[in-house]
C-alpha cells in the first residue's frame, strides 16, 4: 500500500514539473519580440488570350419550339466558331436553361404563362488576341444575341504569379528589416509567411454587347491594357535586440 501512495505522489509531483515547465515555455513564447509586416509584389503582364460569353436565345409559346429555336442558333454560331479558328473544346456550354415566361396582369391581379424561353450560353476562349474581334463578329454574324463579360489573361500566367510571390516576400523581409533596425535591433528568423488570392487587374472590359450585327458592320477591334498581377503575403519574423536595448 506504501508502494502505491509512493508511486502516486511521484505521478502527481512529476505532472505538477512538467506543467510549471509547459508554462515557462509558453510564456517565454508570448513574450518573445516579433515583426510582423504585409507586403505586394506586382508584376505586369500584356494579355495575349480572351474569354467571353455568347448567348442564344428564343423565345416562344411553348416550352420545345423556344428549345429548338435556340438549339438552330446555337449550331449556326458554333459552326461560324469552327471558322473563324475557334475549336469546340475552346467553346464548350457553360450554361442552357429552359424557363417559363411569366407577366403580370393588373385585372387579374395575378401573373400569367405567356410562354417559355430558352438560353444556351457558350464560353468561348480566344488563344490568338489579334482573332478576338474577327471571332466576336462571326458569332453576332451567325445570329448570337449578346457577347458577355470579355476577360483578358496571359497564357504564362502560373510563372509571372511566382515571380509576384517571390518579390511580394522579398520585399517583406526588407520592410521588416527596415522596421527591426529603427526599433534599434536586427531581422531574426522567418516564423511564419502566408499568401493572399493573387489579383489580376483589370479583368473585364464590357459588361455586354448584345445584338445583330448591320449587314455590313465595321469590323470590332478589341485593345487590351497591360494588366498587373498583385500578390499580398503577411509574414512574422523573430526581433533580436541589441544588448543596449535589451
Same mark, same amino acid.
Given at each position: 500500500m506504501e508502494n502505491v501512495l509512493l508511486k502516486t505522489k511521484l505521478f502527481f509531483f512529476s505532472f505538477f514539473l512538467f506543467a510549471v515547465m509547459a508554462g515557462i515555455s509558453l510564456t517565454a513564447r508570448a513574450e518573445e519580440r516579433q515583426v510582423v509586416v504585409s507586403a505586394a509584389g506586382t508584376v505586369s503582364v500584356k494579355p495575349d488570350m480572351a474569354e467571353f460569353g455568347v448567348v442564344v436565345k428564343s423565345d416562344a409559346k411553348t416550352a420545345d419550339k423556344a428549345a429548338a429555336e435556340t438549339a438552330g442558333k446555337y449550331r449556326h454560331v458554333q459552326s461560324a466558331l469552327r471558322t473563324a479558328g475557334i475549336p469546340l473544346e475552346d467553346a464548350p456550354t457553360a450554361s442552357y436553361t429552359v424557363s417559363p415566361l411569366w407577366e403580370w396582369d393588373q385585372v387579374l391581379g395575378k401573373s400569367l404563362l405567356k410562354g417559355y424561353s430558352a438560353r444556351h450560353t457558350i464560353m468561348v476562349k480566344v488563344r490568338n488576341l489579334g482573332t478576338v474581334g474577327r471571332v466576336i463578329d462571326a458569332?453576332?454574324?451567325? #445570329?448570337?444575341?449578346?457577347?458577355?463579360?470579355?476577360?483578358?489573361?496571359?497564357?504564362v500566367y502560373e510563372g509571372l504569379r511566382q515571380q509576384a510571390l517571390a518579390a511580394a516576400v522579398s520585399n517583406a523581409r526588407r520592410d521588416a528589416a527596415i522596421m527591426a533596425s529603427a526599433a #534599434?535591433?536586427?531581422?531574426?528568423?522567418?516564423?511564419?509567411?502566408?499568401?493572399?488570392?493573387?489579383?489580376?487587374?483589370?479583368?473585364?472590359v464590357m459588361e455586354a454587347m448584345a445584338m445583330k450585327a448591320a449587314p455590313a458592320p465595321a469590323p470590332t477591334e478589341i485593345a487590351p491594357s497591360e494588366q498587373d498581377i498583385i500578390v499580398t503575403v503577411n509574414t512574422r519574423w523573430r526581433f533580436i535586440a541589441s544588448p543596449a536595448s535589451k
Open positions: 458569332a453576332v454574324q451567325a #445570329g448570337a444575341d449578346e457577347v458577355q463579360n470579355i476577360m483578358f489573361s496571359s497564357s #534599434g535591433g536586427h531581422l531574426g528568423q522567418l516564423i511564419e509567411v502566408s499568401v493572399s488570392q493573387p489579383v489580376f487587374g483589370g479583368r473585364p
